[in-house]
Structure formats: C-alpha cells, structure tokens
C-alpha cells in the first residue's frame, strides 16, 4: 500500500509563501491526489484536488492563492501557497485515493503569524 510523507510546512508570516509537498512511497499516477487541513477545534476540510488526468478544484478560501500540481515522475504532490493568511494555520495532511484505497499522510504543521 502506497505510504505519504508530506513536508515543507513552518511558520511564515501574513502574505508569504509555503510550498508543501507530499512524497509517497510508491507510483502514484493511478491515484486521485488531495490536500486538507484541520486548524484547532475545527474539522478537517478539503483544500484543493488534483484528479488523475490533471484536472484540479479548490476550496473557495483558497482559490488563486493555492496551486495544487502532481509530478507522477517523482511520486510526489505539491501545493504551492501564496498570500498566506493567518487563517489559513491549520496542519495539513495529504490524501491519496482510488476505488476502495484511501491513504494518509501524517501531517504537516503551517502556521501563518507575525
């Protein structure tokens, strides 16, 4: 079963910019490819998607800010975030999933402050 590490999570200050990315452990171009995230006392929400063919979607608080892209070469997903707003701290948690398959990562913290 495919296994996900995200990284490239920190602090960053209003305005920044954080590029995540999601490495996993095996060829990923058959999946569907997520980000979420979950801030304290809140539920984990969808922040942008990537499907197998390249078509992408986001959440309405994050659209033209966040880009979501996949490099099936590395077996890695990327979200590239710009304009960063303290709402958006939060740990952020990657998703692969296809047919009855649904893998996690473990999460990376991003938290937006001056």
């Known amino acids: 079963q495919v296994q996900l590490v995200e990284s490239g999570g920190g602090l960053v200050q209003p305005g920044g910019s954080l590029r995540l990315s999601c490495a996993a452990s095996?060829?990923?171009?058959?999946?569907?490819m997520d980000w979420y995230r979950q801030a304290p006392g809140k539920q984990r929400e969808l922040v942008a998607a990537i499907q197998v063919g390249g078509s992408t979607n986001y959440a309405d608080s994050v659209k033209g800010r966040f880009t979501i892209s996949r490099d099936n070469a590395k077996n890695t997903v990327y979200l590239q975030m710009n304009s960063l707003k303290p709402e958006d701290t939060a740990v952020y948690y990657c998703n692969a999933h296809r047919l009855w398959v649904d893998v996690w990562g473990q999460g990376t913290q991003v938290t937006v402050s001056s």
């Open positions: 095996r060829v990923i171009s058959s999946y569907a």
